[in-house]
């Protein structure tokens, strides 16, 4: 029996997983390379190129508005579409028109500022805050931490697989190693409740999950 062939958005799943890019990654590009078929009426990408990617983004630019950084986005994801997954090469440079990057200072709390924030914020919450604030991560990072990547005998948090797809250190703040301890203890016992109700299991990369069979139950 001749199997079929994966589907268009299957195959641009399986080039970004087999380049280890972050889901948000997968999701944003398969969402564009979506956006982009249904836009020219279903054709398949094959029997287009540089200038229907230009049409499609000139109109996010001049129809929807969309930001400069989502227009940079579609653009990232329709180049890996066709260089990785269709294997065709492009022509450059595309022409389009550009969505207008503003041009602004940031607004940057002071140190009372964001206390006053944090002051505003309880439970779970505020400890994300205490963290995004005290240890410089980002929010993605914060969301991410396991047990595993703290050490609160040198007060230290290691961000794994951060920008670049590489590993920091960075500060554990004092401020937060009590609610973090307090924060841990109910997450385990809530751990443990879900493995007696047959769930609480999580994924891990890379095919470690048939290497080591209990891991991803293990606190």
């Not at 930001?67 to 579609?74: G, K, P």
């Not at 653009?75 to 890996?80: E, Q, V, Y």
């Not at 697989?161 to 009590?178: E, F, N, Q, Y």
Request: hydrophobic fraction near 40%; include cysteine.
């Amino acid at each position: 029996m001749t199997q079929r062939p994966k589907r268009l958005l299957d195959q641009v799943r399986d080039a970004i997983r087999l380049k280890h890019y972050a889901y948000s990654t997968e999701k944003a590009y398969v969402y564009w390379a979506k956006r982009f078929i249904l836009y020219h009426n279903k054709r398949h990408p094959k029997e287009m190129g540089e200038n229907e990617i230009g049409e499609f983004l000139t109109h996010l630019a001049v129809e929807e508005n969309v930001a400069a950084s989502r227009q940079n986005q579609a653009l990232s994801a329709l180049l890996f579409l066709y260089r990785e997954v269709l294997r065709k090469d492009l022509d450059l440079p595309i022409e389009l028109v550009w969505a207008k990057r503003p041009k602004h200072l940031p607004t940057v709390l002071t140190k009372q500022e964001a206390r006053q924030v944090i002051a505003q914020l309880t439970g779970v919450h505020r400890l994300i805050a205490q963290l995004l604030y005290g240890g410089g991560l980002r929010l993605m990072e914060c969301m991410r931490l396991r047990v595993k990547d703290l050490d609160f005998g040198h007060h230290q948090i290691i961000v794994r697989d951060a920008k670049g797809g590489k590993d920091r250190l960075t500060i554990l703040p004092d401020s937060v190693i009590g609610p973090l301890r307090a924060q841990l203890a109910m997450a385990k016992q809530l751990h443990e409740q879900d493995l007696s109700n047959g769930y609480g299991t999580v994924y891990l990369p890379y095919a470690l999950e048939r290497k080591y069979t209990q891991a991803n139950k293990e606190w």
